[in-house]
């Protein structure tokens, strides 16, 4: 799955949970909503995303990120 998938799927995940964690136990959680939304805004705008700097560390330490399509699938 590419970087930006995993980008979107994560935003996407944290805003209906935050949602969720707002109607059925404290309000307060639609800061967390606030807070994805604002660095989706900022990311568009400067065009640098905190969380794909995240993945891409935890992508090299992994060995390449992809369950399928390691050295192994390469020699095959």
Same mark, same amino acid.
């Given at each position: 799955?590419s970087i930006e998938?995993?980008?979107?799927? /994560? &935003? !996407?995940?944290? /805003?209906? /949970?935050?949602? $969720?964690? =707002?109607?059925?136990?404290? !309000? ?5 909503? =606030?807070?994805?939304? &604002?660095?989706?805004?900022?990311? =568009?705008?400067?065009?640098?995303c905190l969380m794909?700097? /995240? ?7 992994? !060995? !390449? $990120?992809?369950?399928? $399509? $390691?050295?192994? =699938?390469?020699?095959?």
């Amino acid at each position: 799955m590419s970087i930006e998938r995993q980008i979107r799927l /994560i &935003a !996407g995940s944290l /805003i209906l /949970i935050s949602l $969720g964690l =707002a109607v059925w136990v404290n !309000g307060n959680f639609l800061w967390l909503t =606030a807070f994805v939304g &604002a660095n989706l805004f900022q990311s =568009a705008i400067t065009k640098w995303c905190l969380m794909e700097d /995240i993945l891409r560390k935890f992508e090299n330490k992994e !060995g !390449g $990120g992809s369950c399928c $399509g $390691g050295e192994e =699938a390469k020699h095959s």
